[in-house]
T-cell receptor, first 115, second 113 residues
C-alpha cells in the first residue's frame, strides 16, 4: 500500500543533543510537510518542500532544519533540542499542483521526548 | 492571517446519536478544506476533502458541508459508534497556488456505549 512512513516512532534525546527524524513516502507526491503538534493543540506547520523548493514558515525557529535528498525522503533536524521542543512531529505529503487531488496524507508521527 | 476554530472543544454522546462538529475560518479565500481524525498518540487520518467549489462530500456515515462565504464547515456523523471516539480536526488550504494548510485545534469526541 502507498503510504507515509516515519521513523522512529518514539525518540528520546537529551537537552542540546542533535536529533534527526525521518519521513519517507511511496505516494510519489511532490510536496512533503513537517508539522509540530503539542498536546491538545493543532498541528503547526514548520516547513514544506515542493519538489526541491524549500519553504520555511516565518515563525519556525532556526533550531529546526530540513533536508529532502530525493522525492521519497525528507528529514527533520533539530540542532539543539530544548525542553519546549518535546512534541509529536508529523510528516505529511500532498500531490502538489493546483487541482482536485490536493489532499494531505499523514504518517503516524514521531513522539520526541527531551530529557 | 487565516485562523481556524472548532466548536465544541469536546463532546460526549451516547452511542447511536447523530452529531455535528463545527469548523470556522476567518478568510474565505481557501482552496479546499479537509477533515481528519486523530486517535490518541497517532497520526492524522484523512476523512473527507471538499474543494472550494463544492458544497458537500459524503463517505459512509460521514457528511461534510462547506459554506465558503460564511467561513464554515460542518462534519455530520450519523449513528455514532464507540469506535468513532477520537479527535476530529479540520484544515484549510490557503489559496490556489500555496501549499500551506492551517489546522483547527480539534474537537475531542467520546461516544459512550
Amino acid at each position: 500500500d502507498a503510504m507515509v512512513i516515519q521513523n522512529p516512532r518514539y525518540q528520546v534525546t537529551q537537552f542540546g543533543k542533535p536529533v534527526t527524524l525521518s519521513c519517507s513516502q511511496t505516494l510519489n507526491h511532490n510536496v512533503m510537510y513537517w508539522y509540530q503538534q503539542k498536546s491538545s493543540q493543532a498541528p503547526k506547520l514548520l516547513f514544506h518542500y515542493y519538489d526541491k523548493d524549500f519553504n520555511n514558515e516565518a515563525d519556525t525557529p532556526d533550531n529546526f532544519q530540513s533536508r529532502r535528498p530525493n522525492t521519497s525522503f525528507c528529514f527533520l533536524d533539530i540542532r539543539s533540542p530544548g525542553l519546549g521542543d518535546a512534541a509529536m512531529y508529523l510528516c505529511a505529503t500532498s500531490r502538489g499542483p493546483s487541482g482536485v487531488y490536493n489532499e494531505q496524507f499523514f504518517g503516524p508521527g514521531t513522539r520526541l521526548t527531551v530529557l | 492571517k487565516q485562523e481556524v476554530t472548532q466548536i465544541p472543544a469536546a463532546l460526549s454522546v451516547p452511542e447511536g446519536e447523530n452529531l455535528v462538529l463545527n469548523c470556522s475560518f476567518t478568510d474565505s479565500a481557501i482552496y479546499n478544506l479537509q477533515w481528519f481524525r486523530q486517535d490518541p498518540g497517532k497520526g492524522l487520518t484523512s476523512l473527507l476533502l471538499i474543494q472550494s467549489s463544492q458544497r458537500e462530500q459524503t463517505s459512509g456515515r460521514l457528511n461534510a458541508s462547506l459554506d465558503k462565504s460564511s467561513g464554515r464547515s460542518t462534519l455530520y456523523i450519523a449513528a455514532s459508534q464507540p469506535g468513532d471516539s477520537a479527535t476530529y480536526l479540520c484544515a484549510v488550504r490557503l489559496g490556489n497556488y500555496g501549499q500551506n494548510f492551517v489546522f483547527g485545534p480539534g474537537t475531542r469526541l467520546s461516544v459512550l456505549p
